[in-house]
Structures are given as structure tokens and as C-alpha cells.
């Protein structure tokens, strides 16, 4: 045997196990599958707190305001009142007595009714009261899919709502979004 023909029998052993190599492979991937069935889909939830400001407009009453603090008027008529009611008793020096007691006794009495009027004179306005409460609210956040790939059942989370299958790359589930449709 000469040197080209062993040269060519090693080259051609070589591309040989290189060829099988590849051919098995490549049987490898097309022998593969390309999808998972997806079994169970369950989204997952998280509850989301948003402060918020409630106002209300509410009634509040107020004592009125006072314009007379001493309550000068109430004493005075008061005083006249009881000073007409004691003249009308007694005589002479009596009656001046009456008259001055009277006098006395009506002037605390319309000092004290006077008293009563003010504290029960109320104003009503209105007033608008704020408080921050918080609000719940749901938020999809995911979904956890089940599948079964090669007879084997596997779980995994998405941000897609999948559909009745799940891509397979490499023997693994691809869990990234679809590409949009393009439109026509």
C-alpha cells in the first residue's frame, strides 16, 4: 500500500465518524418534540394596596357666638321685672324693701335665663373631613402551567396565559411570551 491510499483511508475513516456523528445528532433533534402538552394553568394573584383620601361634607353645630358676655340685658329686664312685681306688695317702707329685693331676685333670675338662651343658641355649618383609607384589589401577576413533556409532568411560571401547548427548545420549556402576530 502506498502512502496516498493510507492517507486516503485515514481521511476517509475521519469523515465517516464525523458524518455519523452528525447523523446522530441530527436524528437526535428531529427525534426531539417540539412542544409540551399543557395539563393545568392556575394564575397567580397578589393583592395590591392603594391609599386613597374619602372625603365627607358632615353638619357641625357650634355654640353662637355671644354678643352680650355679661349678660347685661337679661339682668336688667329681669331687675325691672322683679322691681314691678315687689312695688305691687306691701306699703311703705315695706313696699320700698319689696321693691328693691324684687329687684334683686329678677335681676339674677334674667341673668341666669339669659344664661340658659345663649348656651343652648347653636350654629350649624357645614365641614368637610378627610381620612385615607386603603383599598384592596387583586393583580394578575403570572400563571403556574403544569405540562407533560416525554411522559413527564413539570410545572412552571409564565407571564402568558399559554395555550394548549408550550414550546420545547433543546428538551427544555421555552416560558418566554409569543412574539405578537404581525398584522396584515
Not at 322683679?82 to 341673668?111: D, M, P, R
Request: glycine share 14%.
Amino acid at each position: 500500500m502506498d502512502k496516498s491510499m493510507i492517507k486516503g483511508i485515514a481521511v476517509g475513516g475521519l469523515a465517516m465518524v464525523v458524518l455519523g456523528a452528525s447523523g446522530v445528532t441530527g436524528y437526535r433533534a428531529l427525534t426531539q418534540p417540539k412542544f409540551a402538552d399543557v395539563v393545568a394553568v392556575k394564575e397567580i394573584n397578589e393583592t395590591v394596596v392603594t391609599p386613597r383620601e374619602r372625603c365627607e361634607t358632615v353638619a357641625v353645630q357650634r355654640t353662637a357666638p355671644v354678643k352680650d358676655q355679661n349678660r347685661i340685658a337679661g339682668t336688667v329686664v329681669g331687675g325691672l321685672a322683679g322691681g314691678l312685681l315687689g312695688s305691687a306688695v306691701g306699703n311703705g317702707t315695706g313696699k320700698t324693701v319689696a321693691t328693691l329685693a324684687g329687684a334683686a331676685a329678677g335681676g339674677y333670675a334674667g341673668n341666669q335665663v339669659q344664661k340658659n338662651m345663649q348656651q343652648k343658641d347653636v350654629v350649624t355649618t357645614s365641614e368637610q373631613r378627610c381620612k385615607t383609607v386603603n383599598e384592596k384589589s387583586q393583580k394578575l401577576v403570572g400563571y403556574n402551567v403544569t405540562y407533560r413533556l416525554d411522559g413527564k409532568d413539570g410545572t412552571v411560571r409564565t407571564s402568558f396565559k399559554p395555550g394548549a401547548t408550550l414550546p420545547v427548545k433543546d428538551g427544555e420549556v421555552v416560558t418566554t411570551p409569543p412574539a405578537p402576530a404581525a398584522k396584515s
